[in-house]
């Protein structure tokens, strides 16, 4: 009168008791070992957070000082710069000056060898003067003509 049904059901009950008693302490202990291992990832996790928010840290401020650094240099570049266009520059205004001075010592040289050209042409020409006139070859008014025009063209030369 025992149903079969029952019987089964009987059975598998105390086959699923019986392996869960059996199963128990390493179905628990494998649980465990999950929730330990997670819990360990955490750690590590947590702990390799914590480092790489210092190596950001750490990045963060070698990059301040690289601006500070790169600002220095280029603040430094800009005054080098500076110092030497005012350098080349002074270098520039002597070099133009010692030129301009050549030039104007050349130029007084030209003008004192003209001015000696000249002096040593009327003085020629007012000797040929003379002498054509000790010499009769001139009429006294052309004599008296030349001798106005050396006056006038030395007297210019000579101012």
């Known amino acids: 009168m025992i149903n079969e049904n029952f019987i089964i059901l009987i059975s598998f009950v ?8 059996l199963l128990k302490k390493n179905v628990i202990t494998m649980i465990n070992s999950h929730i330990q291992e997670t819990q360990d990832a955490l750690e590590d996790a947590a702990t390799l957070r914590l480092e790489a928010e210092r190596y950001l840290l750490e990045a963060k401020e070698q990059l301040q000082n690289a601006k500070k650094t790169a600002s220095d240099i280029l603040l430094n570049a800009e005054k080098k710069a500076a110092f030497i266009a005012s350098s080349m520059q002074r270098d520039l205004e002597a070099i133009a000056k010692k030129k301009q001075d050549v030039m104007l010592a050349r ?3 030209q003008e004192d060898a003209i001015l000696k ?3 040593y042409i009327s003085v020629t020409n007012a000797i040929d003067s003379i002498e054509a006139y000790f010499n009769d070859e001139m009429d006294e ?12 063209k030395s007297k210019h030369l000579i101012n």
Not at 14 to 21: E, P, Q
Not at 141 to 152: A, I
Request: aromatic residues 12%; contains cysteine.
């Open 14 to 21: 105390c086959f699923v008791t019986i392996s869960f008693k």
């Open 141 to 152: 008014e052309s004599n008296h003509n030349m001798m106005k025009t050396l006056f006038n």
């Open 117 to 119: 050209e000249a002096k």
């Open 107 to 109: 130029l007084k040289q």
